[in-house]
């Protein structure tokens, strides 16, 4: 009982170590942008991207994962945004490009319409009734 209680308290102090070195650890030391670097502002909590008229901007992980769990928050442009695409997508690295996607197509009248992508050419298109996190569930089960 003792060995299993030592092995609890071991695991229990190195996790909060690495969750206190995660949490102090700069956006950029684990990301770097791959388009329009002039396009960000991090304030230590949120990334702020700017989109203008002609060109975006979009980042990337400095590491490679095998797993693992993703939260995002997108606040699209309001009114009329027809030509914009705002998206969050992962891809495998090597010979074989897998790619998952979620999409938000801008339109003339200001509702979004979510698209997302397992495989391409293979891409969903849905009304913004839809609840997002419905559709995500069922297409990937």
Do not use: R
């Not at 980042?59 to 998206?87: C, H, P, R």
């Not at 698209?115 to 990937?140: D, N, R």
């Amino acid at each position: 009982m003792e060995s299993s209680s030592s092995f609890l308290f071991t695991t229990l102090f190195f996790s909060l170590c690495v969750c206190s070195l995660i949490s102090t650890t700069k956006f950029d030391q684990l990301f770097q942008p791959y388009c329009a670097a002039d396009h960000f502002s991090f304030n230590g909590e949120a990334l702020n991207m700017k989109l203008d008229n002609c060109s975006g901007a979009g980042f990337w992980s400095k590491s490679k994962y095998m797993f693992g769990k993703f939260n995002i928050q997108i606040k699209l442009v309001e009114g009329d945004f027809a030509g914009t695409v705002a998206a969050f997508y992962m891809s495998s690295d090597g010979p074989k490009h897998h790619e998952f996607d979620f999409e938000f197509l801008g339109n003339t009248i200001g509702e979004p319409c979510f698209g997302l992508s397992i495989c391409e050419p293979f891409f969903l298109s849905f009304a913004s009734s839809v609840p997002v996190f419905k559709v995500a569930f069922f297409y990937l089960i």
